[in-house]
């Protein structure tokens, strides 16, 4: 396999994974009795966490709502589309 086809396989499934850990989230939001630390939710939790933090500074929750994992698979996807969409970025280095 080409170089460039190994990078466009490994960001796109990169980019699958933090979009299915972000709507994993979403999901948990809706559970807040839920302990965050403990196994197996704390797999979703570490790595999106420090993504989410700076978002909710921004964006504060909307009628007790956390919408900031909305915002991150709405950037998620916009970016998997620039970069290993059809016409992608990383598609056409290659």
Same mark, same amino acid.
Request: aromatic residues 6%; glycine residues 8%.
């Given at each position: 396999?080409?170089?460039?086809?190994?990078?466009?396989?490994?960001?796109?499934?990169?980019?699958?994974?933090?979009?299915?850990?972000?709507?994993?989230?979403?999901?948990?939001?809706?559970? &807040?009795?839920?302990?965050?630390?403990?196994? #197996? /939710?704390?797999? +979703?939790?570490?790595? =999106?966490?420090?993504?989410?933090?700076? @978002?909710?500074?921004?964006?504060? &929750?909307?009628?007790?709502?956390?919408?900031? #994992? /909305?915002?991150? +698979?709405?950037?998620? =996807?916009?970016?998997?589309?620039?970069? @290993?969409?059809?016409?992608?970025?990383?598609?056409?280095?290659?």
């Amino acid at each position: 396999m080409a170089m460039s086809a190994v990078l466009n396989w490994g960001v796109g499934l990169l980019l699958a994974l933090m979009t299915l850990l972000f709507i994993f989230r979403i999901v948990l939001t809706w559970y &807040p009795q839920v302990d965050l630390t403990k196994l #197996p /939710v704390a797999l +979703v939790v570490r790595p =999106t966490e420090p993504l989410l933090a700076p @978002v909710r500074k921004l964006v504060p &929750p909307i009628g007790g709502v956390d919408i900031s #994992p /909305v915002i991150w +698979v709405g950037i998620i =996807t916009l970016l998997r589309e620039i970069l @290993v969409g059809q016409q992608g970025l990383l598609r056409m280095l290659g």
